[in-house]
């Protein structure tokens, strides 16, 4: 297993490096993942053995980079470098039982004793798990934004002006790049927050499209040839140098209710999300939510991911714009 970030320096540009302990090997050659994984593809040598074989006598401390105290600023561990509107952020929801169970509590009534949301995660119960090459039941499906969106270790995750709440979302996301051939081909594995709107919302389910259109942080590490078969970690919120709520959580297949070839072929059926060199980013669900335990995150709160196995924690503050929305008026031409 290989653990790589990007970074970016501001005379320097950008980097690719090996995290190596507490130091940061930088590679040669290439100031991004994506390329890599081009060069990866075009030459058929496996991307794990292109980036050992890449190192230089370069060392950087990881901490102070880390911790912001470098003119070497971190970056997602994955991007489009030169086209972000073509790097498509996606995710798949109710592959875990306490997401099914946050969204049932939100939706359910009494005469609705059972939700439309635990249907589908039961559907993921009974047919998310196919034989090998074979299709499964088709799982919940999001779209998030474009590479735009993405935000890296220590930016702040927005809830825009019209929002009404901001909620971390402690997740795996799957990062790839569709081929020449348009063939997706898996690059890798990040921690990341996926972030959503859990008010908007608790308001109504089919606003659920619109609670998800929002920034969300990645990294601060990719994983090359990591498993995704048991992942445990632990979320919190820290308010004011304390942490007011922390919570476990349990990932990967063996706590899910599909398999990730499952969710990763019902997103990439799209002839659309098979464009070859588009990128994309794939969250694959949460297990645990603060919005589920009744706590209202505030502007400057930090939240708090980190799984083993996957590097250091993601951390990002919450920033919540007080402005008035402004209505958007659309000019005839």
């Known amino acids: 297993m290989q653990r790589i970030v990007q970074l970016k320096h501001p005379t320097l540009g950008r980097r690719v490096a090996l995290v190596d302990q507490d130091k ?11 390329q890599w994984a081009e060069a990866s593809i075009a030459s058929g040598v496996p991307l794990a053995q292109s980036l050992a074989t890449a190192q230089t006598d370069l060392r ?14 971190l970056l997602p561990p994955f991007d489009h470098p030169t086209e972000p509107a073509r ?51 088709q799982p919940e499906w999001f779209y998030k934004g474009c590479g735009t969106i993405l935000r890296a270790h220590g930016e702040p995750l927005v809830v825009p002006s019209f929002g009404l709440d901001g909620g971390e979302e402690a997740e795996v996301a799957g990062v790839y790049l569709i081929d020449g051939d348009g063939h997706p081909r898996r690059i890798g594995l990040a921690l990341g927050n996926e972030f959503s709107d859990h008010e908007w919302e608790a308001q109504n389910y089919l606003w659920l499209a619109h609670s998800k259109l929002r920034t969300c942080a990645l990294g601060p590490e990719l994983i090359i040839d990591g498993s995704f078969d048991d992942a445990r970690g632990l979320a919190s919120i820290e308010r004011g140098g304390k942490t007011i709520w922390s919570k476990p959580f349990a990932t990967g297949e063996k706590n899910m209710s599909h398999t990730a070839a499952n969710l990763e072929h019902h997103h990439f059926k799209y002839a659309t999300h098979r464009r070859p060199g588009d990128a994309h980013i794939h969250f694959f669900g949460a297990d645990v939510f603060s919005f589920g335990d009744g706590i209202e995150l505030a502007d400057g709160d930090i939240m708090d991911i980190r799984l083993a196995g996957f590097g250091k924690a993601l951390r990002n503050p919450i920033k919540i714009d007080r402005s008035a929305p402004k209505f958007i008026a659309v000019k005839p031409l």
């Not at 940061?24 to 994506?34: A, D, N, P, T």
């Not at 997401?99 to 939700?115: F, I, K, W, Y």
Request: net charge negative; hydrophobic share 30%; aromatic share 8%.
């Open 60 to 73: 950087l401390d990881y901490e102070p980079i880390y911790q912001g105290q470098s003119d070497w600023r």
């Open 87 to 137: 790097c498509l952020v996606t995710g798949t929801g109710l592959t875990h039982k306490a997401s099914a169970e946050n969204r049932q509590a939100m939706h359910s009534g009494q005469t609705q004793p059972l939700t439309d949301s635990m249907r589908m995660y039961q559907s993921g119960l009974e047919g998310g798990r196919p034989a090998p090459g074979e299709i499964g039941a």
């Open 24 to 34: 940061l090997c930088f590679l040669m050659g290439k100031g991004s993942v994506y």
